[in-house]
Antibody
Framework: EEQLVESGGGLVQPGGSLRLSCAAS????????MHWVRQVPGKGLMWVAR????????DHADSVKGRFTISRDNANKTLYLQMNSLRVEDTGVYYC????????????WGQGTTVTVTS | DIQLTQSPSFLSASVGDRVTITCRAS??????LAWYQQKPGKAPKLLIY???TLQSGVPSRFSGGGSETEFTLTISSLQPEDFATYYC????????FGGGTKVEIK
């Protein structure tokens, strides 16, 4: 079964840092672009970042650029999101998701990990 | 940035109803549009990509339509398991999601 499992969420003060991890199983991580998507509780979805299959290229949403960094370790089948200078508005559930090779969309999602930024 | 506006934001319907959700883009997106379904406490699930193409395993009562700036998701006969929130996503210029449409039982 193709699966993604996030971890690393938690409670942090404004200005703090967290590193999210996303462990992939059941498929070859190095063959896929990977994304992070955020959802504020009770609200909609916001794209955060993406990483090319080999990790050579990444893109980030303007609202997180310079503060968040997506990276990956294909050998260890893990995607990361380093989050620095966290703000209250970064609070939410963070999902990692796989961009399909056939389906032009996010075809496999993790269960999400919750980040709460509060003083 | 490309903005996506979904309508309605909330929809009340009965089992067996035909339901249509609209997603409007602030500029043309060349059919680079996907639809997702999300149930409470769960991750979104890909339903349709390329505006029209049904993802593997998705029931045929779901269909996508439209072009350029106006797209639709139609459920031909609403089933109990279809009560959820639906999101569109454009992938023409990076990625943006619509605000969502919650489909509830009348």
């Amino acid at each position: 079964e193709e699966q993604l499992v996030e971890s690393g969420g938690g409670l942090v003060q404004p200005g703090g840092s967290l590193r999210l991890s996303c462990a992939a199983s059941g498929f070859t991580l190095r063959s896929y672009w990977m994304h992070w998507v955020r959802q504020v509780p009770g609200k909609g979805l916001m794209w955060v970042a993406r990483s090319k299959s080999d990790g050579s290229t990444s893109d980030h949403a303007d609202s997180v650029k310079g503060r968040f960094t997506i990276s990956r370790d294909n050998a260890n089948k893990t995607l990361y999101l380093q989050m620095n200078s966290l703000r209250v508005e970064d609070t939410g559930v963070y999902y990692c998701a796989r961009w399909g090779r056939v389906a032009n969309g996010l075809d496999v999602w993790g269960q999400g990990t919750t980040v709460t930024v509060t003083s | 940035d490309i903005q996506l506006t979904q309508s309605p934001s909330f929809l009340s319907a009965s089992v067996g109803d035909r339901v249509t959700i609209t997603c409007r883009a602030s500029q043309g997106i060349n059919n680079y549009l996907a639809w997702y379904q999300q149930k409470p406490g769960k991750a979104p699930k890909l339903l349709i990509y390329g505006a029209f193409t049904l993802q593997s395993g998705v029931p045929s009562r779901f269909s996508g339509g439209g072009s350029e700036t106006e797209f639709t998701l139609t459920i031909s006969s609403l089933q109990p398991e279809d009560f959820a929130t639906y999101y569109c996503q454009q992938l023409n210029s990076f990625f943006t999601f619509g605000g969502g449409t919650k489909v509830e039982i009348k």
